[in-house]
């Protein structure tokens, strides 16, 4: 299974004319990109659809059309939390009950469009945020569900996707395959804290993993894409992907701080290209695609909640709604190009907004 962080995602591409700002309002607000979520991304069994178009070729995440992922579940799920909205988890709990879950806590990675299981394996970073999002809501709501379907997840992940004390992305279970490397930015403190604390992994593992996360090498000021369980070395990218790279930052801020290098960065590319586009070269830090990502804007403003710096969050706030749509047809949506788009690029900004909201940095 070939499965990159946050997804394949539909960007507009600059250069070649996809993105004009009089075809864009800010009229538009989150409640639009909601409805515009559950309108027409969203399949007649309840999961959400990856693409708008059903006939979108499979694209480098081996991911087609209407097929639903867990990922989306996920973030579906902090979306909830975040408006405090019961009625919307619990609906979401029960598809990925029905749909995603299997008895012993392993999660399809992807259904068909009908809710139909074509592969069996799970993906690490999409199970984690799911599990710290039932945690989350079993407190919250006290509902003792979520916690023991968080805890059958937590165990299958202690279970299975363990090696050498490291995490590693994905379980096969055709073949009780698991892969050799772990893409660094599954790697999620939190998610950590949280196996430890409810016994799923031991103390060894977490220290081992939170000192990987703690003493990542960089070049040029890049994070590495992966780590390898086996020989401990780490493979960077000459081309760095900003999703990749913005979460990881995010990832280490939560214990260790802010990569000052890594905010600085950013800042520079703001005041350089009034953008931050969504591939650059290691090498040079020269962008290598002409495109940027309302989901790689999202990102940045999450990083820029967890480092407290609200001049980087707006920056990303403000850009990242001029890709949001104000006609008729696409109210709310994000980045439609040719009458389609990626439900990661309406997901993420959705989640973002309303973390904007409830850390009173936007109305």
């Keep these: 299974m070939k499965k990159t962080t946050i997804g394949v995602l539909l960007m507009t591409c600059l250069a070649f004319g996809f993105f004009v700002f009089g075809s864009f309002s800010g009229h538009a ?87 139909k299981a074509e592969v069996m394996t799970n993906a690490l970073v999409d199970d984690l945020r799911i599990m710290n999002a039932l945690y989350l809501a079993s407190e919250r709501w006290s509902v003792p569900a979520y916690k023991k379907t968080a805890d059958e997840i937590g165990k299958f992940i202690g279970d299975h996707l363990l090696r050498s004390d490291t995490l590693v992305d994905f379980y096969d ?30 103390q060894e593992s977490f220290d081992h993993m939170l000192g990987i996360l703690r003493n990542l090498p960089e070049q040029n000021g890049f994070y590495p894409k992966s780590y390898g369980v086996k020989n401990g070395n780490f493979r960077f990218e000459e081309e760095v992907n900003m999703i ?15 990569d000052t290098t890594f905010t600085s960065f950013l800042l520079a590319e703001w005041q350089n290209n009034g953008v931050v586009y969504g591939r650059y ?57 040719e009458g389609n788009t990626h439900i990661f690029d309406n997901l993420l900004p959705l989640l973002s907004i309303e973390q904007l909201k409830n850390k009173d940095w936007i109305s």
Excluded: C
């Design 29 to 115: 607000d989150n409640a639009d990109t909601l409805r515009f979520i559950q309108r027409s991304m969203t399949n007649k069994n309840g999961t959400l659809a990856t693409y708008l178009k059903d006939e979108t070729g499979i694209d480098s995440d081996e991911v087609r059309g209407r097929e639903a992922l867990s990922e989306s579940v996920g973030l579906y799920l902090l979306y909830t939390l975040e408006t405090n909205d019961q009625k919307r988890f619990r609906k979401m709990y029960r598809i990925l009950d029905d749909k995603f879950l299997m008895n012993d806590g392993f999660i399809y990675w992807k259904l068909s469009k009908n809710g």
């Design 173 to 202: 279970r055709t073949n009780s395959h698991t892969p050799g490397s772990l893409t660094l930015s599954y790697l999620d403190p939190k998610s950590l804290d949280i196996l430890l604390e409810r016994g799923h992994i031991s």
């Design 244 to 258: 990749d790279q913005l979460i990881v930052a995010s990832n280490r801020a939560q214990h260790f701080g802010e």
């Design 281 to 337: 070269d290691s090498k040079s830090k020269k962008p290598t695609v002409p495109y940027e990502s309302p989901a790689s804007y999202s990102l940045m403003i999450q990083y820029a909640i967890q480092i407290d710096n609200k001049e980087l969050a707006l920056l990303a706030y403000e850009r990242m709604i001029q890709f949001r749509t104000n006609s008729r047809e696409y109210r709310g949506a994000y980045s439609v190009t």
